[in-house]
């Protein structure tokens, strides 16, 4: 196989170093201090690639911590910045810099949702945009459309489904260093509900099922200023329930012993998750998950190996004595195959190597031919990595 | 004086064409079908440079009427759209358009208010940009710096005061077709109050203004939905008194004879108000106004001749008779000379033209250099057109 810009490994064994931009959302930090799910993505794929030896530019909020040189048009994150009520202003800056410097990267990778297709059109052939969020958005059609030349990358299969015919390079799963967690003994007697509280995530089913199984539950959870309503008249009351700890939002180093001491976590989600990074978080500490069939759960979770796809309330009930039984070791293992952020990079440099290859050999791609590329025709990496 | 651009009128009175692109918010069409001020004053500006000869492109929904050429990105205004929830993907889209086609423009005029800088940086200078709303939001400074070299309009010079050392090439006064009123009689017997029920507009102190001057009250306004729970326990109540008669929201073709039978407008508001868009169509009726002292009013509103500016409500009610005793044609006359869509189109070809000026003689202008000229230094077109 040829290798003309020098991203695999040669007979040495060493890779050749690209200059690379990495482009955060501005809600949190990198990594988030608390909950954020698509910024602690974008700080594990920056530092890999730092380790790997590439020379990485962040594009994130001033309060990041990072090994690659920080670009910071804001210096808080914008969620816990009481100052900031309008967010756009400072991805525009951070965009703008980025297109005025475009010239020093090898390779831009977008994190931004479609915020910079009109500004880098014209450099399409170095960029590539992961698509973080759900699809099934009415707006987001004609978009894709208007700007089918940008190169797209899917976080699993199942969230392209609204949208099969867009620009698709590939699915890449996210991963997780692989010494953020170390396996845990799972015999912290207790159920764990991690993340939001809304009602798409259905803490009250979790709450039935871990009831309803005899065992307690822990919930560590967010509560978004437009869930207070749902969380105070719907959620509060199931709490007084002593079997029930509330135990608030929790950060990065709390979460090892959570995860790693609960029998299983419960992810009995009501809408069509694209990626569930408490899934694979729960997997590196060795924990089975119980998770409905719902989104990219079908290609995250391996059934009776890593934990236990349900259909419903009364089978969740049915699978926790179930997951018990999962050896804790193996999910570990699959963890380590599947999830890490090793193999979280190289599937996105493969998919740099894609973009550049297309981008310098082919003309300027028109918007009709990329309309044409269907879901099929594309390297969907994540799912050969699957099983 | 010489004119390279030819935007004056020659010996035989003939202005040279331009070919000019305008570029509207899709909130509303152009016109707008019921409330909805920047949409309003952009289709009045365009529709008069088309009189003028100009070749004129504009950017909006798909649902407006113009005789220019109409390029939309989408079919309908998104604000009575119950199909769009994110309306910032069909803003990119017709930037994008026109980003792709500023070569077939001599000038570009946006009311969008910071969209499009980012992508227009290159071509700052061809462009013109309207700031049609409130400055004093804490996001917008920063943004303001960045993108320094873009050339700015404010809509009144009192509309500056948070951000004077902004990029300002002028003040324009709004304007409307001097046929789209006639003066009225004011002999309906009523106080008028026209608009957005809403606090900071204060449609109670209106009621309380008419009701302490003895006169019925109609109010002609729409009520957002941020402004539902506003309306159901302020203002509601206080519609019960029978001399107070609230009409929803109404078109162009009711708001003549509304507002030209109305003994007066009260303008009651209680924020910085940029421009009010309704006092200039009360004093093209011929009606005379009662505005609290606030943002853009003592720019529009001449003391003791078009109305009356008052400190209080006190004052308020006592300006009642006195604005009854005001020559209904003398403001109809004022209106014309100060008001008239010409006026506004004139002021605007003046700032076209020193925004050509600039951007093709000057070198490629710095931030600082921008960030330099202060709201002194420019040419404050509106001011000399005022009194």
Known sequence: MTDPFGLWPNASGIVRKMRIAQVAPLYESCPPQLYGGTER????????????????????????????????????????????????????IALHRLAQSADEFDIIHFHTDYLHFPLFVRHWGKTLTTLHGRLDLPDLPPMLREFAMMPLVSISNAQRMPVPWANWYGTVYHGLPSNLYAGGCGDGGYLAYIGRICPEKRPDWAIEIARRAGMPLTIAAKVDEVDRTYHETRIKPLLEDPRVDFVGEIGDS?????????????????????????????????????????????????HGVTGLIVDSVDEAVAAVPLARTLDRVAIRRRFEERFSVGRMARDYLALYDAVLRRGTTGAVMSSSAGARRGVNGDRSLGRSHGS
Chains 1, 2 share one sequence.
């Open 254 to 302: 709390e979460k090892g012993a959570f995860l790693g001491d609960a029998a299983a976590l419960l992810f009995p989600i009501d809408w069509p998750e694209p990626f569930g990074l408490a899934l694979i978080e729960a997997m590196a500490n060795g924990t089975p998950v119980i998770a409905f069939r719902r989104g990219s759960v079908p290609e995250i979770v391996e």
């Open 41 to 92: 993505v974008v700080s594990y794929l920056t530092e890999q690639l730092v380790r790997q030896g590439h020379e990485v530019t962040l594009f994130a909020s001033g309060d990041s911590k990072t090994k690659a040189t920080l670009q910071a048009p804001c210096a808080r994150a914008l969620r816990l910045d009481t100052q900031c009520r309008d967010p756009l202003p400072y991805h525009f």
